[in-house]
């Protein structure tokens, strides 16, 4: 089974690339799947020089000028770019046998959101309160994703993988409630449920209410609708309860709404299109990553019951139609239990098909991973279910000793 470990540049130039490299060689995995475009976020990192690791928007490489030229979003850079972290990478693994993969965070990123913020997501309140979030529908964005997806394969690595290139998940993992990304933790004292959660973050910038009405759907009827719902609870009405499904939304919101959300999958599917064919152009093939398992069980591992290939609608995501247009799909297996992970692991190959390659994520530690048993359970229970590489999150963040579980996982 192919397998890969993820890395940040940051981690690997605090403990030294050599040293890194020699240690993720050690643990089998036949792969680095390194951070080349990242996203701001606070991490605790226990064997690094600095304990705790402040991480910034943007690329670990100077942007060709060639693609972002004339384009009005154009990636931070990161600090030490300059030194080229990604090519001596390409380098050094490719010496050691390993593959080395891109890994980019397309439209999470709060420093182009604080910078132009009309090109962030809009609430059906007009509100831009999630500066993090960049729409997949609005036209800079979409010119932003596909030159980044194409610079990022320009530096020679294996796959491009991309993370949130989709719509994003109000208060999903780090937004209200948590801590370390995009604009910092938020605070939120109205028990919003998950229905109310969800319209509250559908997107009703003009792009996708124009897009939604070439669909058919009345958007203006549905962003009304999400208002007047969301606004009662604000307001001190009691929140819905239950998971979100189409059926109960449908009986909660109205049709209308239920077929906006719908709608977003046709802004998604093309945009993935025109960057899967962006970074093919650069002689690599692109990993789309739904994000949909990481919203799920991203802060306990005990993901709600829903498989995340069928909520995956949620975030705009169609994976049969994905099936078609990309050689290869990622999904985040955050879950404490194998069976669970095998559940989802099925309805992603079903979703995608047989021809497509399977990618997941899994961590090696908590809250998901308690053991080095469990974790290779987890790998197991993942090639049964089709499978085709198991990814593992992420050097930096965990203890060794919990890195070593991937040894054995692997092994068995």
């Not at 800079?140 to 530096?155: C, E, F, N």
């Not at 669909?215 to 999400?226: D, P, T």
């Not at 498989?307 to 955050?334: E, I, K, M, T």
Request: hydrophobic residues 45%; negative net charge; contains cysteine.
């Amino acid at each position: 089974m192919d397998s890969s470990l993820r890395v940040h540049v940051e981690d690997v130039r605090g403990e030294g690339r050599a040293a890194v490299l020699d240690r993720i060689a050690g643990y089998g995995v036949a792969g680095v799947t390194v951070a080349a475009a990242g996203e701001r976020s606070r991490d605790i990192t226990p064997h690094g020089p600095a304990r705790v690791t402040l991480r910034a928007d943007g690329v670990h490489f100077t942007p060709p000028a060639d693609l972002f030229a004339g384009l009005r979003l154009t990636p931070p850079v990161q600090a030490g770019a300059a030194e080229e972290p990604l090519a001596a990478l390409r380098a050094d693994t490719a010496r050691r046998g390993l593959r080395l993969h891109g890994w980019a965070v397309f439209l999470r990123n709060a420093t182009l959101g604080l910078a132009a913020p009309d090109v962030t997501v809009r609430s059906c309140f007009g509100d831009r309160g999630a500066p993090a979030d960049l729409c997949p529908s609005h036209p800079d964005v979409r010119s932003y994703a596909a030159a980044l997806g194409r610079a990022v394969a320009r530096q020679g690595v294996d796959s491009v993988v991309a993370e949130a290139l989709h719509f994003g998940a109000f208060g999903g993992p780090c937004g209200f409630g948590g801590s370390g990304r995009g604009h910092g933790p938020g605070r939120g004292h109205v028990p919003l449920g998950p229905m109310d959660a969800f319209l509250f973050g559908l997107c009703f910038c003009d792009f996708c209410m124009r897009r939604a009405t070439d669909l058919g759907v009345n958007a203006e009827a549905a962003r009304e609708e999400c208002a007047r719902i969301v606004g009662g609870v604000l307001g001190g009405d009691p929140p819905a309860q239950g998971e979100v499904t189409r059926a109960a939304l449908t009986a909660y919101a109205g049709p209308e709404a239920v077929a906006y959300a719908r709608a977003r999958s046709e802004a998604v599917t093309s945009l993935v299109s025109e960057v899967s064919a962006a970074v093919a152009a650069e002689g690599s093939r692109l990993v789309f990553l739904d994000g949909t398992g990481a919203v799920k069980g991203h802060d306990d591992g005990l993901p709600a019951p829903g498989l995340a290939a069928h909520d995956a609608w949620q975030l705009g995501v169609d994976l049969v139609a994905l099936g078609d247009l990309v050689p290869s799909l990622g999904a985040f297996g955050y879950a404490r239990d194998a069976v669970r992970v095998a559940d989802d692991v099925g309805a992603y190959r079903r979703s995608a098909g047989e021809e497509r390659e399977l990618r997941v994520v899994l961590r090696p530690g908590p809250p998901d991973t308690d053991s080095a048993d469990r974790l290779a359970a987890k790998v197991r229970a993942a090639r049964a279910a089709g499978a085709d590489a198991v990814d593992f999150h992420a050097y930096g963040l965990v203890p060794y000793p919990i890195l070593d579980r991937v040894t054995a996982a692997l092994a068995g």
